[in-house]
Structure formats: C-alpha cells, structure tokens
C-alpha cells in the first residue's frame, strides 16, 4: 500500500481554524498520494473535538458533533482506511521502549501503522516527526 498517513495533529487543523489549517490546506491540495486515515486516528479526532467541548473551546457538544460530522464525510469522500494489527501494537511496544525518542503510545502507534505498511506518516507534532524518521520511518512535518 502507498499512501499518505494523516495522525490527529494533521486531520483536527482541517475541522477547527488554527496556526497549523494553512500548512494542511495545503497539504491536501499538493498531496500525491492516498490519503490514509486509521480507525486510530478518527478516534483520537472524536476525543479531542470531546475535550475542547468539554473545556468550552468549541460552542458546545451540538458544536463538537457537528465537526465529527463533517470530519465523518470528508474522511468517506477523501481518504482510504488501514486496520491496526496486533503487530502494530507490538512494534510500537518497541519503539515506546526508546526512552531517547520520548514517544507516547499513540504517537508510537502511528509510527508503527507506517512502518508496517510503508506509508509516509504526515504530522504537526515534531517530536513525532522527529522520532518516526529516528526509527525509519518516512515522516512529513507540516508546518
């Protein structure tokens, strides 16, 4: 599989208006390649349009379901799936186990996904960036 792996750092900037929504537009509009979207992932855009309801950051839960929603159908129109394994869980295992790379086990588990599948892992986080090439991994920092 080929393709272009976008984690939550890269898919929230598309649904809330941030620093980073210039560097994702364009992004999308230059990319090349499929554009990848794990299970994983969507569940950790549903969890942080959660928490900025929960904090007010967003005009409420009706705000945040309406962002999923739109989430939801540009995921279903614009970009394919990929199924975690339990190898993924095991390799990022591993490389959690780099206390150099300092990784949490989200990040690691993208890592992990890209990895096995050869996708390019296409981020905002730098230390994921930073440490996904660290372990080999093909990463894309948008900035």
């Known amino acids: 599989m080929s393709g272009a792996y ?3 750092s890269a898919i929230l900037p598309l649904l809330i208006e941030e620093p980073g929504s210039a560097a994702v537009d364009r992004f999308l509009v230059t990319a090349a390649q499929p554009l990848i979207v794990s299970e994983f992932a969507a569940a950790e855009v549903a969890s942080a349009l959660s928490r900025l309801a929960r ?3 967003l005009e409420g839960p009706q705000d945040a379901v309406r962002r999923l929603a739109d989430f939801d159908a540009w995921r279903a129109s614009s970009a394919g799936d990929i199924d975690l394994s339990a190898a ?3 390799l990022a295992s591993i490389f959690v186990r780099r206390f150099d790379l300092m990784l949490r086990a989200p990040d690691a588990i993208h890592a992990a996904v ?3 599948a050869d996708l390019l892992l296409v981020t905002m ?3 994921l960036a930073r ?3 660290e372990l080999g991994v093909r ?3 948008l900035d």
């Open 139 to 141: 990463a894309q920092l």
């Open 88 to 90: 993924d869980i095991r």
């Open 114 to 116: 890209c990895q096995r």
């Open 55 to 57: 904090t007010r950051a």
């Open 125 to 127: 986080d730098r230390r």
């Open 131 to 133: 440490a996904a090439r």
């Open 6 to 8: 976008l984690d939550a």
